[in-house]
């Protein structure tokens, strides 16, 4: 079992269509949990970024953790096209830049206008 | 702000060859992280540089060696290139005492 599984999708959506986008996990340690959005031919960029269990608001972006799962989640309210993009969860032990990140194998969102 | 700042953008080699990957983190950013991007995946650890001593490693070969400048940059050296390592190397920056990673757009490497 892969440390961090994330369905790769594709996913496709309508423009304004709440998009859901989900990570599970197995090691415990893992304390820090965050999303990155990649566009092709680039580098991920970071969207949200949680500690512990709980959400974590921001704009259309909302991200959910609950650690008795081992379950986070990114949703995205009233999409649009400029938010189709390949989304990564990255999670780990540690805060700060002490320690390396965990990621999936990222999701494929495309939104269709 | 210039980010992250890495060259070249693409690179072929041939098989058992060497190939320096080079990064300029972000300004004000004393970390620099490198991760590897096969195709259809997740980037993967390689390992980190702080103080221009490598703090963490990841589960790569000998084969793959880093250094950090006084500046801050870094380079990534690959030996005995194999075709499995044909794959985008992203360098990340941040401040060691903050959280968040800076990636930067990435190098293209494919051997042939």
């Known amino acids: 079992q892969k440390e961090v599984e994330q369905d790769p999708g594709p996913l496709s959506v309508p423009e304004g269509a709440i998009v859901s986008l989900n990570c599970t996990y197995s090691n415990s340690a893992f304390q820090y949990f965050m999303w990155y959005r990649q566009y092709s031919r680039k580098g991920p960029e970071l969207l949200m970024y949680?500690?512990?269990?709980g959400n974590k608001e921001d704009g259309r972006f909302t991200a959910q953790v609950d650690k008795s799962s081992k379950y986070i989640s990114l949703f995205i309210r009233d999409s649009q096209p400029s938010d189709s993009a390949t989304y990564l969860c990255a999670m780990s032990p540690y805060g700060g830049s002490q320690g390396n990140l965990i990621f999936g194998k990222g999701t494929k969102l495309s939104v269709k206008p | 702000d210039a980010g992250v700042t890495q060259s070249p953008t693409h690179l072929i080699k041939t098989r058992g060859q060497q190939v320096t990957l080079r990064c300029s983190p972000k300004?004000?950013?004393?970390?620099v992280s490198w991760y590897q991007q096969a195709l259809g995946q997740g980037p993967q650890f390689i390992f980190q540089?702080?103080?221009?001593?490598?703090?963490q490693r990841g589960n790569f070969p000998d084969r793959f060696s880093g250094h950090q400048f006084p500046n801050y940059s870094s380079e990534l050296n690959v030996n005995a290139l194999l075709l499995g390592d044909s794959a985008l190397y992203l360098c990340a920056s941040s401040l060691t005492s903050d959280y968040g990673y800076t990636f930067g757009s990435g190098t293209r490497l494919t051997v042939v």
């Open positions: 949680t500690y512990s269990s």
């Open positions: 300004s004000g950013h004393d970390t």
């Open positions: 540089y702080y103080e221009e001593e490598e703090r």
